[in-house]
């Protein structure tokens, strides 16, 4: 039976960079998951008896919110849900799933890369039938329904059990458990040369992946180790646990410090790679070298028509601002578009559905390409191994010699986290107001050439994006970017871009905060950060 249920609504569920991310405790309160899911199936226009696909990276509280939404899919007039076994599905995966089997839509349970458990944080983020996430357009919608609910439809039966493949009915709706990594890896097998890599594997190349006790575990056992032959043991922290083993799910320098030391090790594995909490993010280690998630981009936009999927080139590139200038120099040489676009995969969404771009990438860890519409941490891993296995070389190798061919991009990311909201407002304000007089202004050795707050319009269909982040790019070919993360539960995060150029393969060796040095105390003076937010040093630099 359906029930209509009387409810009172949130003031703030405004979906962020991507979907709306909360403190579970948050999501606990009554009827907030119902609230928000209600807006969602309030805005999307469905035909009748179309199919939702719904999954999350497993994390607390997954399994609660899987079973909401399927009885609330069941009163909203869907005629067919696809769950992932367990409530298990990585976003790319669920973005290849709403695609293969004509979804109208997804519901995707994950707060990517923030950390788990009951005091941990959650997320709820809606996917079109693109496979990719919802735009402005439809998560502003969502939003204003939900500052004016007064009810949530909801099927009064529980909903089946999903830890088994099989078929169920609530009501007139199929239920349909599926593996959640099959179709997957299927996928992969496609796009990628499997027999060349696991030749490669077979002569003795070691990879360790560290899937961080979040939702690539099962995938990468299944492609890295059944499919492709790789040993026993060479996925670590492979299991999904709902807190991720008390750990971060971010494979950054901080979070996945474990696996980077091994690979610094003389006699530790030739690849490393870590996914984070959802699977849409990469991390890429080389034998005593990490690679920037920007110079990942260019590396695999150069050197995608090694794989079967891109041998006949790719079409263009598009990178998110703040991701550093390296993948344009690549899009030059190779006669392709390149296209500069707001932080947030779902900006990428048009692009690729007209065909303009192949590769898309962003700093904050995230490549990926046409093959879903959402970033894809086991593709990039995949797309390298399958790079190194034609080309017979190494990570380092290969980065030096796109750096001898292009130049080299220096680059970090400086992370202030949790500042109190209206101090990290006033100092973006502040520069804000600074705009207008900052070109020609000279900053130690370096003078502005031009500086401006990004504003996007969306070549496909006209829509524009203002107030994107703080640019200040130097003669020289330097460049600033400020912004405040969309993806924080608590207090504000100023992320600080900072990137210099240098053609010069002499200084290519050089140690990237050196080759920084002077941008990034430029940064502190432009920005103010010392005296308005009282930090001196970031929490994090990527
Ligand atoms: C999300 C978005 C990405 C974005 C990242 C960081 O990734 O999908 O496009 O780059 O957040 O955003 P911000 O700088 O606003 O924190 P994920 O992996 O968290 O879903």
Redesign the pocket.
């Known amino acids: 039976m359906i029930e209509t249920i009387a409810t009172k609504p949130y003031s703030d569920q405004k979906p ?4 709306l ?1 909360k403190k579970v405790p948050h999501f606990q309160q009554q009827n907030y998951v119902q609230n928000f899911l209600q807006a969602i199936f309030d805005t999307v226009a469905k035909g009748e008896r179309e199919t939702l696909v719904i999954g999350g990276d497993g994390r607390f509280f997954n399994r609660d919110v899987v079973a909401i939404a399927i009885r609330m899919a069941a009163a909203n007039g869907y005629g067919r849900v696809i769950v992932g076994k367990d409530g298990i599905l990585s ?1 790319p995966a669920a973005s290849n799933l709403i695609r293969k089997r004509g979804a109208a839509g997804g519901i995707i349970l ?5 950390p788990g458990g009951p005091d941990g944080d959650f ?1 709820i ?1 809606y996917n079109i039938e693109n496979g990719g ?1 919802a735009p402005e357009r439809i998560t502003s919608k969502i939003f204003e329904k939900t500052r004016s609910i007064e009810a949530y439809r909801i099927y009064s039966a529980p909903a089946p059990h999903f830890n088994e493949i099989g078929t169920h009915k609530l009501g007139d709706m199929e239920i349909e458990i599926v593996d959640p990594v099959a179709d997957y890896a299927d996928l992969m097998e496609e796009l990628f040369d499997f027999q060349k890599i696991r030749d490669l594997i077979a002569s003795g190349f070691r990879i360790r992946f560290d899937a961080m006790h979040a939702v690539t575990g099962p995938y990468a056992t299944e492609i890295l180790e059944h499919r492709l032959g790789a040993p026993a043991g060479t996925v670590i922290n492979g299991e999904p646990k709902e807190d991720f083993g008390g750990g971060h799910p971010d494979p950054n320098a901080v979070y996945a410090a474990e696996l980077i030391d091994e690979l610094m090790q003389g006699d530790g594995p030739d690849f490393g790679a870590a996914s ?3 699977g ?2 990469n991390l890429i280690v080389g034998k005593g070298m990490v690679v920037t998630p920007s110079d990942s981009l260019a590396v695999l936009a150069a050197n995608a028509h090694l794989a079967p999927a891109y041998r006949n080139g790719i079409a263009g590139i598009a990178r ?1 601002m ?1 991701t550093s200038q390296a993948a344009d120099r690549v899009a030059r040489k190779l006669g392709v578009g390149i296209y500069e676009t707001p ?5 990428f969404g048009n692009l690729l559905d007209a065909g303009k771009v192949t590769i898309c990438g ?5 490549t990926g390409s046409d093959h879903v519409r ?2 894809d941490g086991v593709w990039a891993v995949l797309l390298w191994l399958n790079i190194l296995a034609e080309r017979q070389e190494g990570v380092r190798e290969i980065m030096e010699s796109h750096w001898a061919e292009y130049g080299r991009t220096f680059y970090q990311r400086h992370d202030f986290e949790e500042i109190e909201s209206e101090k990290a407002e006033g100092l973006m304000e502040s520069l804000r107001d600074r705009l207008a007089s900052m070109a020609g202004q000279r900053f130690g050795s370096l003078v502005v050439s031009e500086a401006d707050d990004f504003s996007y319009k969306d070549p496909i269909d006209g829509s524009v994006a203002t107030g994107q982040g703080v640019r200040i790019v130097f003669s020289g070919g330097g460049r600033i970017v400020f ?6 539960t608590s207090g504000a ?1 100023l ?1 600080v871009y900072i990137e210099r150029y240098e053609p010069d393969p002499a200084k290519h060796g050089e140690d990237p905060a050196e080759a920084l040095a002077e941008l990034i105390s430029i940064a502190d003076s432009v920005g103010e950060i010392r005296k308005r937010t009282g930090r001196s040093e970031p929490d994090v630099v990527t």
């Open positions: 962020g960079t991507s979907g991310r976003t994950s707060a990517s890369h923030n997320g983020k996430p984070d909490g959802d849409d993010r998110s703040p932080t947030g995969w779902k900006y962003e700093e904050s860890a995230g959402e970033k912004r405040l993360s969309g993806t924080g995060t992320r």
